[in-house]
């Protein structure tokens, strides 16, 4: 059975960083892709930042861009999102989710994805 599971989130101070694992179990994690996305306010997912299966290949959204980091360890079949100079705005619920054979080319949409983790609420506050 394919499973994500994203790590605590969490309070963060503003200016602050955080970083988010997302486990994965039951498939071949190095044939996917793992993207990570965040729950928006009209109630959809945007993209935040993507790595294909092999790592070689990494993506990120512009507002994710100088501020996020995304990576991945295939031997330990985890992802990560990495998250710097954090502010308020970016409180939200990410999710972590996968996609087979996936090369992050025109990253953004939700609907490449097929498995997905319940998600981890981030909130960045004083």
């Known amino acids: 059975q394919l499973q994500l599971v994203e790590s605590e989130g969490g309070l963060v101070q503003p200016g602050g960083s955080l970083r988010l694992t997302c486990t994965a179990s039951g498939f071949d994690f190095d044939l996917y892709a793992i993207g990570w996305f965040r729950h928006t306010p009209d109630n959809t997912r945007e993209g935040v930042a993507c790595?294909?299966?092999?790592?070689?290949?990494?993506k990120l959204t512009d507002p994710a861009k100088g501020r996020f980091i995304i990576s991945r360890n295939n031997r330990e079949n985890v992802a990560y999102l990495q998250m710097f100079s954090l502010t308020p705005e970016v409180t939200s619920v990410y999710y972590c989710?996968?996609?087979?054979?996936?090369?992050?080319?025109?990253?953004?949409?939700?609907?490449?994805?097929?498995?997905w983790g319940r998600g981890t609420l981030v909130t960045v506050s004083a």
């Open positions: 989710a996968a996609s087979r054979h996936y090369q992050c080319d025109d990253y953004g949409s939700p609907t490449i994805f097929d498995t």
């Open positions: 790595i294909s299966g092999a790592g070689g290949i990494t």
